[in-house]
């Protein structure tokens, strides 16, 4: 039985990956009164007194939303807000079970993003916090930007900025063990969607001076006609020097390669091409742009994907349950950029520097210690941002 097959049936059984069960033993008319009517009355009247009690009277201060359109499934793509559903609950189970936060699937009917986003805060009140999930690009730049002046919570699209912080984490330690500083480093990007975008913009925040974005157009360079805002400011912050060409032309002489796109694209002699020990994130699933066997042969000195059955899995799990944790701790407004550089840090120093080596540059995604660094870091950085609220 292939892991399809195992998947489907094991579905099938489950009826549904999430289960809700009340926290409190109502079995005497005692209970009842306190926990319904007519107890329950006074939590609501001092709520309607001091809204921020909501979060020590109900279960919202540990509550995320998980939400999404349909429009990006994993790599299945538009398939629907219905069909969407297994893998938002997937999405909740490991932000229990890494994080120990409570978490909701939503599937939003609408592609609209001002009906997506109208949706989303008129519920908001109910949830500590909105993770966003597979929703489309460009579409969720704008979604993310609106939704963020729309409510007070924090709003997270999990496939950019978790991809980002994992993606960062790795090349920071990457580049410690290879005696390379971040702001020397030359980082190629094939993909400029969600994922490549945020991992753009976080590298440069965190000193990375060099970076060449590529689509399926070539390298994107400044005054190119781009699909969003987003990619449109990045590329005023990119490829300083006006490259023109391919992907194998961007890769001769860089230190990083990262694939956010197809399987394939890379070649070994593309590897050759790049500078002494280059680092190879192949992240396309389920099959990367480049098998790690063939990127080491070829020289590479660091290989990562996204599969959890080769080294260095670049896998978002190692983030977002430890960022909302922290944010929940104290009951942050937003996430900030300091908080996701906090988190990315973190998840770096969870490897020690006496086990760091190329095929260990990023924890082990089932490492129990990574949400609770991550969780400390980002309630940190929440408070020294200015952000926490308790």
Same mark, same amino acid.
């Given at each position: ?10 579905h ?8 809700f ?38 279960g919202?201060? +540990?509550?995320v ?6 429009t #990006?499934?994993?790599?299945?793509g538009?398939?629907?807000?219905? @069909? ?7 999405k909740?189970?490991?932000f ?18 001002d ?14 916090g ?8 460009p ?10 002046k729309?409510v ?14 994992? #993606? ?9 063990l #290879? ?15 969600? @994922?490549?975008?945020?991992? &753009?913009n ?5 000193? =990375? ?41 961007a ?25 002494r ?14 098998m ?9 000195? =660091? ?8 080294? +260095?899995?670049?896998? +978002? ?18 996430i900030t ?7 990315a840090?973190?998840? @770096?120093?969870?490897?020690p ?7 260990y ?9 990574? &949400?609770?660094?991550? &969780?400390? &870091? ?13």
């Open positions: 039985m292939d892991i399809m097959e195992k998947s489907l049936r094991a099938e059984e489950w009826a549904g990956k999430l289960s069960r009340s926290k409190v033993a109502i079995k005497d008319k005692d209970a009842l009164s306190v926990a319904y009517t007519p107890g329950v009355a006074q939590p609501c009247l001092e709520i309607q007194k001091n809204p921020a009690l909501s979060y020590t009277l109900t919202r201060h +540990n509550l939303a998980v939400i999404t359109d349909g #990006a499934v994993l790599g299945l538009d398939i629907g807000p219905l @069909a969407a559903m297994p893998v938002m609950e997937g909740c189970a490991l229990s079970e890494f994080g120990g936060v409570d978490a909701v699937p939503l599937c939003v009917d609408s592609k609209d993003p009906t997506f986003c109208k949706t989303v805060a008129l519920i908001a009140g109910s949830f500590g909105i993770n966003l999930e597979d929703i489309s690009a579409r969720c730049f704008e979604i993310e930007q609106k939704l963020k729309m007070d919570i924090p709003v997270f699209h999990d496939d950019q900025h978790g991809t980002a912080v994992v #993606a960062s984490a790795a090349i920071i330690n990457a580049s410690k #290879a005696g390379k500083q971040l702001s020397d480093l030359r980082v190629v990007i094939n993909g400029a969607g969600a @994922a490549g975008v945020a991992i &753009a976080m590298l440069l925040s965190i000193g =990375v001076q060099d970076i060449i974005m590529i689509n399926s157009k070539g390298i994107i360079c400044e005054g190119d006609k781009l699909s969003s805002e987003a990619l449109t400011d990045l590329s005023k912050r990119t490829n300083k020097t006006h490259m023109h060409g391919s992907l194998a032309d890769m001769k002489g860089a230190d990083v390669f990262i694939g956010v796109s197809k399987p394939g694209l890379v070649t070994q002699d593309m590897v050759r091409s790049m500078n020990d280059p680092f190879i994130f192949a992240m396309a699933n389920p099959t990367p742009e480049i790690p066997d063939l990127a080491k042969e070829a020289g590479a000195f =660091v290989v990562g994907t996204g599969r959890s059955d080769f080294p +260095n899995q670049i896998n +978002n799990v190692l983030a977002f349950p430890g960022i909302f944790k922290g944010a929940f701790s104290v009951r942050a407004s937003d950029e300091g908080m996701k550089y906090a988190a840090k973190a998840i @770096a120093d969870c490897v520097a006496d086990k760091l080596s190329p095929e540059v990023i924890p082990q995604p089932f490492d129990p210690a990574v &949400a609770e660094h991550v &969780a400390k &870091a980002v309630a940190e950085a929440a408070v020294k941002d200015g952000v926490a609220r308790i």
